[in-house]
C-alpha cells in the first residue's frame, strides 16, 4: 500500500529540529511497515495555527483522490496546534476517505482495528481533558453570570418567573416537561410527541393547544431543565453553560442521554432499539444460553436506568435468569478484569480452556451413542421385535436427551477460548480498558468490549453474580 509523508517546520523552529530528521523517522517507520512510499508533502516555514498551508491541502486533495492509503506524520502538532483538532481530522477526514494514519512519535497507527481502538480512547481522554480545563475556566464565568439576569427574557414551559426574575418550577407544567423526556426516551420523535401533547389538550404556555414541533424540540434541547443558562458570549463561537442556576426539573445525565440519542439519529447512525449498550449480544444467559439485550427506563427522580435482560425472560417463555443493572454488571466485570491480569500469568487457567474442551467431548460421544440407539430402535421396529407404540416412546426419549445435550454444546462452544490473538495483546487492551473505563462513553466501552469478547456468560446464584465463562473474538 502507499504512504505519504507529511512535515512541517515554522520560522520558529527552524533551528530546533529538522525537515530533514522528521522525514527520516517517517521513512524508516514506512519500510519497517511495508508499506511503498508515494511522495513527501513539506510546508516550510508555516505554523499550525490553521489550515492555510498550500502542501496540506495540495495533500487533501489527493487524500480525496485515493492517491495513497497511509498518511504518516513525525509528530501531531506537525499536522495541527491542537492535539485534538488533529485526532479529529484524521477521525472525521482520513478515515471516512479510507486512508490510514500514522504518528512515528506518539505511536499512533490507525491501520489495525486494536491501532484504531488505541487512537479513539487517546482523542476520547484529550477530548475530556478539555472539557475539564473548559469547565474551571467557566468557573469564572459563572460568578459573574450569577449577578446577571437571565439570558432570555421569556419565561420557559415547566417555570414560573420570581419577583426578582429568577425561576421557580411550576408543579403541573414539569410533570409534562418530565413526560416529553420520558416519551423521547421509549424512542418516540418530536413530531409524535408533539401530536400526544396536543390529542391530550395540554396547554402550552401562551396558552393554545397545538403543539408544535419547535416547541418540543426546545424542551428537550435547553439546558435549562436541568438547572442551568445558556448564554451566548461575544468572540466566542461556543454558548457558555451556567449550571445551577434554578432548580432543575430533570437530571443533567437524563438531559445528556437525550442529547446524545438525537445525534446519533441525526447522523443516521441508529435505530432506537440499537442503542448503545456495551454488553448487548455478547453477553449470555448462564440458564439458558440466550443473549441478553439491553434496555432502559427514567427514573421518579428524573435519571436513567439502564439494565440488562435475557432475551427468554418474556411472557411467554420463562427463563429463570435474572435482570441484571448496567451498574452491577459494570462491577462485575470490573473485577473480572482485575482477576483476568492475575490469571494470565498462569498460563493454564481461563485463556486454556481444557476443561471445556474435554465437556464438549463427551457430549459429542453422548450424541452419538444415542443416535446409534436410535438406529437400533428403528431396525427392531422393522423386523417386528418391537411394538410400535413402544418404539415412538423410546425414540421421543431419546430425541429429547439429544436436544438437551445439543443445547448443553451448543453453550460449551461460545466457552472455547481462542488465542489468535497473543496474551500479551490481550492483556495489553484489558488494562488499557480498565484504567479509561471511567472517561469512555457507552459507544466507546461498546466498540472496545465487542472487540475484546465474543461471549462473556454470566449467572446469579444465591444472589451472586459471577462471570462464569466467556470467549475472546478472533
Ligand atoms: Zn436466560
Not at 100 to 122: C, H, K, L, Q
Not at 148 to 175: C, F, I, K, T, W
Not at 346 to 353: A, F, I, R, S
Not at 390 to 407: A, H
Request: aromatic share 8%; hydrophobic share 35%.
Amino acid at each position: 500500500m502507499k504512504a505519504v509523508i507529511y512535515s512541517r517546520i515554522s520560522k520558529a523552529e527552524q533551528s530546533e529540529f529538522s525537515l530533514e530528521a522528521q522525514v527520516e523517522s517517517c521513512q524508516a517507520w514506512i519500510e519497517r511497515e511495508g508499506y511503498e512510499l508515494y511522495t513527501v508533502y513539506t510546508d516550510n516555514g508555516f505554523s499550525a495555527k490553521n489550515t492555510n498551508r498550500p502542501q496540506l491541502q495540495q495533500m487533501l486533495a489527493d487524500l480525496k483522490q485515493k492517491k495513497f492509503g497511509m498518511i504518516v506524520i513525525w509528530r501531531l502538532d506537525r499536522l495541527t496546534r491542537d492535539t485534538i483538532d488533529g485526532l479529529n481530522m484524521v477521525k472525521n477526514e482520513f478515515k471516512p476517505n479510507g486512508v490510514d494514519f500514522a504518528s512515528v512519535n506518539e505511536d499512533i497507527d490507525t491501520s489495525t482495528p486494536d491501532g484504531y481502538m488505541m487512537f479513539t480512547i487517546r482523542l476520547s481522554i484529550a477530548q475530556n481533558e478539555r472539557e475539564k480545563i473548559a469547565e474551571r475556566v467557566m468557573l469564572g464565568m459563572k460568578a459573574r453570570a450569577r449577578k446577571g439576569l437571565r439570558p432570555n427574557a421569556s419565561v420557559p414551559y415547566g417555570y414560573n418567573l420570581r419577583q426578582d426574575l429568577s425561576l421557580e418550577v411550576n408543579e403541573e407544567e414539569s410533570e409534562v416537561v418530565k413526560r416529553i423526556y420520558q416519551l423521547y426516551l421509549e424512542g418516540n420523535g418530536i413530531n409524535r410527541i408533539a401530536n400526544i401533547l396536543t390529542e391530550d389538550m395540554i396547554m402550552t404556555k401562551n396558552g393554545r393547544v397545538i403543539w408544535g414541533d419547535n416547541v418540543v424540540l426546545n424542551i428537550l434541547t435547553s439546558p435549562t431543565y436541568y438547572g442551568a443558562n445558556r448564554m451566548k458570549v461575544k468572540g466566542s463561537e461556543e454558548d457558555i453553560i451556567v449550571r445551577d442556576m434554578h432548580e432543575g426539573i430533570v437530571s443533567e445525565s437524563l438531559f445528556d442521554e437525550v442529547q446524545h440519542i438525537a445525534q446519533r439519529k441525526r447522523d443516521k447512525k441508529m435505530t432506537f432499539s440499537s442503542y448503545d449498550f456495551p454488553f448487548a449480544t455478547i453477553l449470555k444467559c448462564g440458564e439458558c444460553g440466550s443473549n441478553y439485550y439491553g434496555q432502559q427506563r427514567p427514573t421518579n427522580r428524573g435519571g436513567i436506568s439502564r439494565y440488562y435482560r435475557c432475551r427468554s425472560n418474556t411472557k411467554k417463555k420463562e427463563c429463570p435468569g435474572s435482570t441484571i443493572s448496567e451498574p452491577k454488571l459494570y462491577v462485575l466485570f470490573r473485577n473480572f478484569l482485575d482477576q483476568f491480569e492475575f490469571s494470565t500469568n498462569d498460563p493454564q487457567t481461563n485463556l486454556d480452556g481444557k476443561d471445556v474442551t474435554k465437556e464438549i467431548k463427551r457430549m459429542k460421544k453422548l450424541i452419538e451413542d444415542s443416535s446409534v440407539k436410535k438406529k437400533n430402535y428403528t431396525r427392531a421396529m422393522g423386523s417386528g421385535k418391537l411394538e410400535y407404540e413402544m418404539f415412538l416412546e423410546l425414540m421421543s426419549e431419546e430425541n429429547e436427551k439429544i436436544e438437551k445435550w445439543k443445547s448443553e454444546l451448543d453453550k460449551l462452544d461460545k466457552l472455547v477460548p481462542n488465542t489468535n490473538r497473543t496474551k500479551g495483546d490481550v492483556t495489553k487492551l484489558l488494562n488499557e480498558l480498565r484504567n479509561t473505563w471511567d472517561d469512555l462513553t457507552h459507544g466507546e466501552r461498546k466498540i472496545i468490549v465487542q472487540r475484546l469478547f465474543d461471549a462473556i456468560v454470566i449467572k446469579k446464584e444465591e444472589n451472586i453474580w459471577s462471570i462464569i465463562g466467556f470467549k475472546l473474538a478472533d
